[in-house]
C-alpha cells in the first residue's frame, strides 16, 4: 500500500512540475516599454546596413503588419524571463550618451520612428527617470534601435530614445527580433 502512494504521490509532482514549464512556456511577458508608438502616416525610416539606403513610406498595410511584428519581438514567455534572470526586470536604468549610436556592423537595419508629439517613457506604468535618485524623467519624441540578422533571442536589445541629435537616452531590454528581421527583409524595397 505504501508503494502505491508513494507512486501516486510521485505522479502527482511530476504532473505538478510538467503542467508549471507548460504554463511558464504559454504565458507570455511583455518587455517592450511602454510607449504610444506612431500612428500611420507619422513618419518611419529603414535604413538597410548593406546598401545604405532609406526609404520612408511604408504602405498602411505594411505599416500596421511592421508594428505588430514590432510589439511582438518583446513579448517572451516566463521560462525565458527565468533562465535569464530578467523576471519582473523589464528594462534597466537608461545610460546618458552624447554620441550617436554606433550603427551595426554585419547586415541588418537600422529603425527609427519619429512621433508627432513628445512622450515620457514608462515601465509598469512608471515614468522612467534619467538616473536612479533623479526626477527628470526621460521624454522622448524619436526611438532609434537595429534589427540584425539571426540574432534570435537577445536580453541586451539597445533602444535609443531622443528629443535632438545632441543627446541620447539607451535603456537595453529582451527581445527576439527574427521575425520583425524576417518581415522587413521581404518588403519589396529590400527584397533581394
Known amino acids: 500500500m505504501k508503494k502505491r502512494i508513494s507512486q501516486i504521490i510521485a505522479f502527482c509532482v511530476l504532473?505538478?512540475?510538467?503542467?508549471?514549464?507548460?504554463?511558464?512556456?504559454?504565458?507570455?511577458?511583455?518587455?517592450?516599454?511602454?510607449?504610444?508608438?506612431?500612428?500611420?502616416?507619422?513618419?518611419?525610416?529603414i535604413t538597410d546596413a548593406e546598401a545604405g539606403g532609406i526609404y520612408e513610406s511604408l504602405s498602411e498595410d505594411t505599416y500596421k503588419n511592421f508594428v505588430i511584428k514590432f510589439n511582438d519581438s518583446f513579448k517572451l514567455s516566463v521560462l525565458n524571463s527565468l533562465f535569464s534572470g530578467k523576471i519582473g526586470k523589464k528594462i534597466e536604468t537608461p545610460v546618458y550618451t552624447s554620441k550617436n549610436p554606433n550603427t551595426i556592423s554585419g547586415s541588418g537595419y537600422q529603425v527609427l520612428f519619429v512621433f508627432a508629439e513628445e512622450q515620457t517613457?514608462?515601465?509598469?506604468?512608471?515614468?522612467?527617470?534619467?538616473?536612479?535618485?533623479?526626477?527628470?524623467?526621460?521624454?522622448?519624441?524619436?526611438?532609434k534601435f537595429y534589427v540584425e540578422a539571426d540574432k534570435g533571442l537577445n536580453e541586451n536589445i539597445t533602444l535609443y530614445f531622443y528629443n535632438n541629435l545632441s543627446y541620447y537616452y539607451s535603456i537595453k531590454t529582451m527581445a527576439n527580433f527574427d521575425a520583425l528581421y524576417n518581415f522587413i527583409k521581404d518588403i519589396p524595397m529590400f527584397a533581394d
Open 121 to 143: 517613457l514608462k515601465d509598469n506604468g512608471k515614468e522612467v527617470t534619467v538616473a536612479k535618485n533623479s526626477t527628470e524623467t526621460v521624454k522622448f519624441n524619436r526611438l
Open 15 to 45: 504532473a505538478a512540475v510538467v503542467l508549471s514549464v507548460v504554463f511558464c512556456a504559454i504565458i507570455k511577458i511583455d518587455f517592450m516599454p511602454q510607449m504610444k508608438l506612431p500612428e500611420y502616416p507619422e513618419v518611419i525610416q
